[in-house]
Each structure stands twice: as structure tokens, then as C-alpha cells.
């Protein structure tokens, strides 16, 4: 029985082995057939972009705790944010008008997000469960209409692909497809080694999406191929902490513990950019791109926000107003102004 056992290891020791020489060769192939980089081509025949100086617009007070996350709606001028302090605010941002305060049965939020039609609020966290209020009910969302209950680790993000269905991503390393109308579990995701940090949806393709997660993988998932991820990428030497396609969806971006951000490409299958500062030791809490995917806005433990040319691969910026940790930040719908929230309990609207 034990030398059984012994060849079985000694097997799955082997295959273990090939693989990772079949990996090197697949990647020593990959940098043989990459004759140029995308700094290198883009620093030839793009003009530099001018160094950007956003200020402070408005500065949205209302949270008593930690802001831990927030979204833009797709189609209008409306803001969500989740705090510690145990409460979703829906904002007119441009106004710095709280419009609804919606009170959550645990404070302990990780996530929030906007439905295509803003009429549906989805939050998350530490209970394990995704909530679902709807802004339009009577008597207001005092109580959520749907909770979906399945998650056996906190809820890390959270994305409606549509009124009827929203992915969710946790620290029991799965990203589940919810049917929202019935609270059931549509199909499990299951390959990464960690637990999954954020994920991200894009417009052109709805029925991809993209996970990060502590084993330091991006994975790119098809919710039609119920078997496996379609594709994985690393590079990233700690946890993926934020990801976020690139406004054509064939492209994404990466920010990580490892004080890098980095750009990959689904159609070349390998990572295109690394934006890093030598002198910056801090972790890349959240990233977002411009509506044009030009510029790379990236936050960061050390209060601050980071502006990167994608393309060029240049610092272009620096953003310094919150007096904490920047914990979350995102694009308005139309590409007028960048949000950030952090845990000195302010969001902040910036502009030109």
C-alpha cells in the first residue's frame, strides 16, 4: 500500500515538473516572438501628454466611519458609497447632494454597486452575503429586497451584469453568477488558490469578465464556458488588489500590494506595461481608466492617487488631498471627473 501511495507521488511530482518546463518554454517562446514593447512604439508615434493637475470639485461629507468603496452609474450623475459606518449614501455628486442613506444590517462593507438602470443598489462584506436594494420601493430601501446567500468567505466586489443577474467575488477564492429574482446561485467560479479581491465587467462583452486574487493571478472567465477560466495571467509578486477593463475590453489593468500597476493584453495573452515608482514601497488599493483608456488613475496606500499614461508608460500626475489611505476610486460615465473615497471618511469629486 505505501509503495503504492509512493508512486502516486512520485507521479504527480513528475507531472508537476513538466509543467512548469512546458510553462518556460511557452514563456521563452512568447519573448522571442515579442520583437518591440508597447512604451517602445507608443513613445515613437504618440505626442506626450501634458502633465495633469486635477483639484478638488467637491468634497462629498456625510460618513462617520472608514469609506470603503463606491460607484458611478452607467447612464447619469449618481454616486454610491459604502462606509463602516454601516450605511450606503446615494449621491448627486456634482451637486454634493446625499439624496438617499440607506441603513446595512452589518457595517462591515467591502463592496457597492449601481444596477444599468441605478435602480438597484447591491452591497457586501464581512456577512458573506450580497444585498440588493431597490430605490424605487414605496417606502424607500430601508430593508434590502433580495439577499443571495451562498459565499462561505466575505464578499470582496460585487457587479450587476443586468437587473437580473450580478457576479460576486470572495475570500473563499470562487466568483458566483446570481439570478437576482429568485436569490440562486447561477454558476460557480472556481480556479484561483486565494481569495479573489475585485473583478470587473465590460459594456462590449457581457458575458466576459476578469478576477484578481491573492495568488498574485488575473483570470479571465466566459459565463457561457462553465468549466474553466479562458485565460490567467501573472506577473504580479503579492495580492491583485483592483482590476478594471479597458474601456475597449480587450485590455485590462492591475493594481497590486506589490507597488505596481500593470497593463495585459487579452488578444497579445501577456502583460503589456508595469507602472511602478522605484521610490514608492506602497500597495495599489484601487484603478480606473479614463474614458479613452489614455490614463491610468491608480490609488494607494500612502493617501495618495497616481496619474500613468498608459500608452507611454509616464508619470503624468499626482493627486493629494485625503489625509488616510485612498481606498477606492472610479470614472464618472462621462469621462468629466475622477471620484475617490478614503478612510479619512471624505469622497472627493476632481476636475479641471
Not at 462617520?64 to 459606518?85: E, F, G, M, N, P
Not at 485612498?326 to 469629486?349: M, N, P, Q, Y
Request: net charge neutral; hydrophobic share 35%; proline share 2%.
Amino acid at each position: 500500500m505505501n509503495h503504492q501511495r509512493d508512486s502516486f507521488a512520485d507521479r504527480i511530482a513528475a507531472a508537476r515538473r513538466e509543467a512548469e518546463t512546458l510553462k518556460e518554454e511557452v514563456k521563452k517562446r512568447r519573448e522571442t516572438l515579442a520583437d518591440s514593447s508597447l512604451q517602445e512604439i507608443a513613445r515613437k508615434n504618440l505626442t506626450a501628454l501634458p502633465r495633469l493637475s486635477l483639484r478638488v470639485r467637491k468634497s462629498l461629507k456625510g460618513h462617520l466611519a472608514k469609506v470603503y468603496a463606491l460607484h458611478w452609474a452607467q447612464d447619469q450623475a449618481q454616486l454610491v458609497t459604502a462606509s463602516q459606518d454601516g450605511k450606503l449614501l446615494v449621491w448627486l455628486p456634482y451637486l454634493a447632494h446625499k439624496i438617499v442613506s440607506i441603513p446595512l444590517q452589518s457595517s462591515w462593507v467591502m463592496t457597492c454597486a449601481h444596477s444599468p438602470s441605478s435602480n438597484l443598489i447591491a452591497s457586501g462584506g464581512l456577512d458573506n452575503v450580497c444585498s440588493i436594494f431597490n430605490l424605487k420601493t414605496r417606502d424607500g430601501p430601508t430593508r434590502p429586497a433580495r439577499q443571495l446567500a451562498g459565499h462561505t468567505g466575505y464578499l470582496s466586489c460585487c457587479r450587476f451584469l443586468s437587473e437580473r443577474q450580478i457576479l460576486t467575488s470572495s475570500g473563499d477564492t470562487s466568483c458566483v453568477l446570481w439570478d437576482i429574482e429568485s436569490s440562486v446561485k447561477v454558476d460557480d467560479f472556481r480556479e484561483h488558490s486565494g481569495d479573489v479581491m475585485c473583478l470587473s465587467v465590460t459594456r462590449t462583452n457581457p458575458h466576459i469578465f476578469i478576477s484578481g486574487a491573492c495568488d498574485n493571478t488575473a483570470k479571465v472567465w466566459d459565463i457561457r464556458d462553465k468549466k474553466k477560466c479562458i485565460q490567467t495571467f501573472s506577473g504580479h509578486e503579492s495580492d491583485i488588489n483592483a482590476i478594471d477593463f479597458f474601456p475597449d475590453g480587450g485590455a485590462f489593468g492591475t493594481g497590486s500590494d506589490d507597488a505596481t500597476c500593470r497593463l495585459f493584453d487579452l488578444r497579445a495573452d501577456r502583460e503589456l506595461n508595469v507602472y511602478s515608482d522605484e521610490n514608492n514601497y506602497c500597495g495599489v488599493t484601487s484603478v480606473a481608466f479614463s474614458n479613452s483608456g489614455r490614463v491610468l488613475f491608480a490609488g494607494y496606500d500612502d493617501y495618495k492617487c497616481q496619474i500613468w499614461d498608459t500608452m507611454r508608460n509616464e508619470h503624468i500626475g499626482t493627486l493629494s488631498s485625503h489625509e488616510n489611505r485612498v481606498s477606492c476610486l472610479t470614472v464618472s460615465a462621462d469621462g468629466k471627473a475622477l471620484c475617490t473615497g478614503s478612510w479619512d471618511h471624505t469622497v472627493k469629486i476632481w476636475g479641471f
